[in-house]
């Protein structure tokens, strides 16, 4: 079936160090995988995408990476701000052409 | 970017009775929308997608006759929850597919969200 598994779960990091969310995911036909920030009762928005022909993708304080043969992505954030709490949902694109959400992970950046 | 609207962004209903929940996609024309629940500190669970012009099409455990989602341009789609009952009450959350056709990768938008209480 579709789905994608993430981890972990709740994660707390010190201000200014890094932080990674990994994902796992079933389909692999999958080609788009983003990555979404979601605030308590808000819309989820958008903070990165990768797509399958790349490995990686920067975007100032935030990367993705992509392994196709394994079917990992992960979230990389470094530099962690107190604002950078939050949310955040891996996803993809399944085949399906519907957007499957991971279970989320809870970060937390300690001052 | 592309904006996607959500009306209302708060309901209260009373148990037994209906709420509709609207979602525009105000500058763009969006041929799939997709409709999510958000259960407290839960992920967002694909409930179905609604295509211009045709029936939705929805998830498994998703009950169709509850949840009456109508696609009848291609700038909004419409949620009614029927017959509401308390574990109804969730946050409803709808998104809009910018681009035409089946090419995957084409941006989702989404729209605010909608807090639904039913007592």
């Known amino acids: 079936g579709e789905n994608v598994e993430q981890h972990p779960s709740t994660l707390s990091v010190q201000e200014g160090d890094s932080a990674v969310i990994k994902c796992t995911y079933s389909?692999?036909?999958?080609?788009?995988f983003p990555w979404y920030k979601q605030e308590l009762g808000k819309r989820p928005q958008l903070i990165i995408d990768?797509?399958?022909?790349?490995g990686e993708k920067k975007d100032q304080r935030i990367a993705v990476t992509l392994n196709k043969t394994a079917k990992h992505f992960s979230l990389h954030i470094t530099e962690t701000q107190p604002e950078d709490s939050a949310v955040y949902f891996c996803?993809?694109?399944?085949?399906?052409?519907?957007?499957?959400f991971g279970s989320g992970t809870r970060l937390s950046i300690r001052p | 970017g592309a904006v996607v609207s959500q009306h209302p962004s708060r309901v209260i209903c009373k148990s037994g009775t209906s709420v509709k929940i609207e979602c525009r996609s105000l500058?763009?024309?969006?041929?799939?929308m997709f409709w999510y629940r958000q259960f407290p500190k839960q992920s967002l669970m694909l409930m179905a997608t609604s295509n211009e012009g045709s029936k939705a099409t929805y998830e498994q455990g998703v009950e169709k006759d509850k949840f009456l989602i109508n696609h009848a341009s291609l700038t909004l789609s419409t949620l009614t929850v029927t017959s509401a009952h308390p574990e109804d009450s969730s946050f409803y959350i709808c998104s809009a597919r910018q681009g035409a056709g089946k090419r995957t990768g084409n941006t989702i938008y989404f729209g605010e969200g909608s807090w639904l209480t039913v007592v």
């Open positions: 990768i797509r399958s022909n790349v």
């Open positions: 389909d692999s036909a999958s080609n788009y």
């Open positions: 500058d763009f024309q969006a041929t799939t």
């Open positions: 996803a993809f694109y399944s085949s399906a052409s519907k957007i499957i």
